[in-house]
C-alpha cells in the first residue's frame, strides 16, 4: 500500500522528519515525515481527526512538536513561536483567515513589517505601493486603502496570499482554502496557485475534496490517525486508492453494538429546508435505532440538528412525532415534546459553570419538579441523583459546583441533565469528540443502552469508525443536502467517504 | 462553588462586624442597637436596589438606570401626591412600583428584542429618564409642604419598634430571595449569566429572561423612588445622581460576579450593609467626605480583585480537556 516515493530533482524547501506530538489522552501526531518542494503542490489528505491541522500548527510555530526535526532549505531549525515561522518563510493561510478586519488591506499586508520613513515612522506612501503591486502579482483588483472588512472571502484570501508574498514566503499552506469560496472564485484560486508554483513556492494543499486535488496538486501525502500512510506523485494514483488508504483500517470489534430490535418509526422529518443552511431533509427514525449522520465538517449537519429542536426556524418541512404533526418553535418545546440535543461543544453549550450539579440536572426539568410554582429542592435531589447514579457520576456531593469536575464528569452531568427530561428522541452531536479513550467507550456503552430501552438515537459524528461501530443507519450530509443513505450491511468506509466528498461513479478522473 | 459563596459571604459578615468594632473604638455610641438600627433603615433603599440589580448583572447585563428610574417614578409619586392628596398612599406606591416596572420593560425589551448592549440601552435611557423628570415638572422642586403628612410619614411609622422604611426592605429580600431561590425564573437567572449559550439548549428564553430581570430592577426602583422622595420629602430632578454607581459597587462587594451567574441575596444585602456602614460611620469619627469617597473606592477595588482571583481559580478547573487535533 505504501507507496515509493519518487524522489524529485530538487532539493525540498522545508522537511519534517519523525515528528510526534501528543495531547493528554491523545496521540494526535506520530514519527510523521513529509517534503514539500519548492514550484511544486502537495495535498495533505485525511479523515477529520488524523492530525493534519496538528501538523499546520507544528508547521506555524502555534504547537511544538514532542520529537523529531524541522529542517528548512536543509537546515535544521525550531519555530518557538508563529513569528518565528514566519521568519523562516512558511506562512499559512487558513479556511477563516486570520486577518484584521478594521485595518486597512495594506496594513494587514504590512502588519508587523511595513516600511518605515524619517524617524521611524510609518512610510505610508511606500507602503500602499507596495501594497498595490503585490496584490496586482496575485492578479487581486483590490484598493489597498480600504478597510479589509468590506472584503468578501475570496478577496480576503487574495490578501492573505499577497502578505505571504510580502514575507517572502518559501512555503505556503493552504488549510481548506476553497471550503467556503464559489465556483468562480475557486478558479480565480486555481489560477493564482499556478503563478504560485511558478513563482517557485512550496505548497501544501489541505483539502477534502478530490476533484480539486486532482486538479492541482502534483504530490500527495496521506494520514491516518496521526500517521504518514502514503505518499507519492499524484499522476501514479486515482480516487480510489486515496480513498482507500484514508480509511483502511479495522473496525467493528472496539464498539460495544448490541443488536436491539428496531421497533416503529418514532420521528419522520421531511422536506426539511433553510434558505442558507440546507435543504431537501427527509428521513425516519425508529424505535431503539441509532441513525448515524456522517459528513465533512461544515456539512450542515449541526445547523439542521438546531433547526430541528426550534433554535433557527426552517423555511420549510414538517416533523412527525409519533404519528403526531409537531410544530417547533423553540428548544423549550422541544423538550417538551420529548426531543433533546446534546449540543457538540459542551464547554460553551453544556454544563453551566457556577450552578451546582443537581441544578445543572434539573434545569429542562424543573416544571415536573416544582409544585404550584415553587421549586422543591427535595423533588430536585431525587431526580438528580436518579439519573446520576445511573451514569455512575463520581462526585463528592450534588450541592457541589459543576465546574469542579474533570471534563469526563462534567458530561455526564450534561447527558443526565437531557436524560432525567424523559425524552423519545436523543441527539447527540459528536459525542465523543475530544475526550480520552476510557471515557469515548463509556459514552458507546451507554449509547448502546439507550437504545436497548427503546430510546431512538440520532448521532451526529465526523469520525468513520465511531460511525461503522454504532449505527444502525447512516445518513450522510454533503453540502446542506442528504448525499447518501446507507444500512449497516452495507456500510463500508469507502461508501462513507466516496458520499461525503461527493465523488458519485466508482472510478472517475483517475489518472492512469 | 456553593461553598466558596457562602465561605465569601461568612467574609463579608466579619468585615463588617470588624469595621463596626473598630469604629466603636473611636465612638462607642456607634454600636448601640438603636445607632444599629438606624444605620440599616439608612441603607434599606440601597439594599432595596441592590436586590434588582443583582438580578440584572447575575443575567450578564447591567442597569445603569435605575437611580434615573428611581428619580421619576418618586418624582410622579410627588406629583400624583401634590395634584391629588386625596389618592390612598398604597395607591400611589401601586401606581409607581408598575411605572418602575414599565420603564424597567423599556430596557428589557430593547435588550431582548435589539440587541442593544445593555450598558448602552441603560446608559440611554438613564439619560432619557431625567429629561423626561425635567419635562413633567418644568424643573421646579417639589418641596415637603405639598405633600400630604400622610405621604410623608409612612416610612418613618413605626411597627413592631421599627421604622416601615426598614420593614419594607425586609419583605422586598424575603420576596427576592424565596423568587431567586425557589422559582424557576430566579434559576433561570442564575443560567443564562452562567452560560447563555446553554441556557438555549436546555430550553430557556435567554432574552425574555433578562427582559424579566429588567422589570424586576424597574419595579423595585419604582418603589424606592416613592420611599426616597417621601423619607426625604423633596422631589427635583437630580435626586439619586450618581446613586447607580452606588448600588453597582454593593453588588461587587457582595460577591456578584459582573460577568453573570454568581451571586446570592445575601451576598447583596451585605455588600449594601457594608457601603451603608461605612457611609454613616466616616462622617461620625470626622473623616472628610473626600477621603470617604477614596475609601468606598478603595472598597470596591478591593472587592473586585478578590471575586477575579477566586473566579479565575475556577476557570483553572474547567480547562481540563485536552484539545484534540
Redesign the interface.
Known sequence: MLQETTPLRMKPAITLEGISKS????K?LSDVSLSLYPGSVTALIGE???????LVKILTGIYQPDGGTIRVDGIETHFPTAMAASQHGVTAIHQETVLFDELSVAENIFLGHAPRGRFGLIDWKTLNGNARDLLRRVGADIDPTIRLRDLGIANKHMVAIARALSIDAGVVIMDEPTAALSHKEIHELYELIDRLKADGKAILFISHKFDEIFRIADRYTVFRDGGMVGEGLIADVDQDHLVKMMVGRDVGQVFPKVDVAIGEPVLTVSGYRHPTEFEDINFELRRGEILGFYGLIGAGRSEFMQSL?G?TRPSAGAVKLDGKVLVIR???????NGIV?V?E?R??????????IF?NVT??S??RT?RS???KLANEFALAREYTQRLDLRAASL???V??L??GNQQKVVIA?WLATQPKVIILDEPT????IGSKAAVHAFMSELAGQGLSVIMVSSEIPEIMGMADRVIVMREGRIAGRFERSELTAEKLVRAAAGITTQVEGGAA | MAKLLKNREILLVFAIVALVFLIALRFPGFVAPSNLARVYNDTSILIILALGQMAVILTRCIDLSMAANLALSGMVAAMINAAFPGVPIPLVILTVVALGAVLGSINGLLVWKLDIPPIVVTLGTLTIYRGTIFLLSNGAWINAHQMSDAFKALPRAQLAGFPVLSWLSVVAVIAVYLLMTRTQTGRAFFAVGGNPHAAVYTGIDVGRTRFLAYCLSGALAGLAGYLWVSRYAVAYVDIAAGFELDIIAACVIGGISIAGGIGSVGGAVLGSLFLGVIKNALPVINISPFAQLAISGTVIIIAVAVNARTEKRKGRVILKKAEAV
Open positions: 495531547f493528554p489522552g491523545v494526535a477529520n481527526g488524523a492530525g493534519k491541522s496538528t429542536i433554535i423553540s428548544p423549550s418545546e422541544a423538550i417538551a440535543y449540543p461543544e464547554g460553551r453549550q453544556g454544563a453551566i459553570i457556577g450552578l451546582p441544578q434545569l429542562p424543573l416544571h416544582s410554582g415553587f421549586l450541592d457541589q459546583d465546574g469542579t474533570s471534563g441533565k469528540k475530544g475526550i480520552d
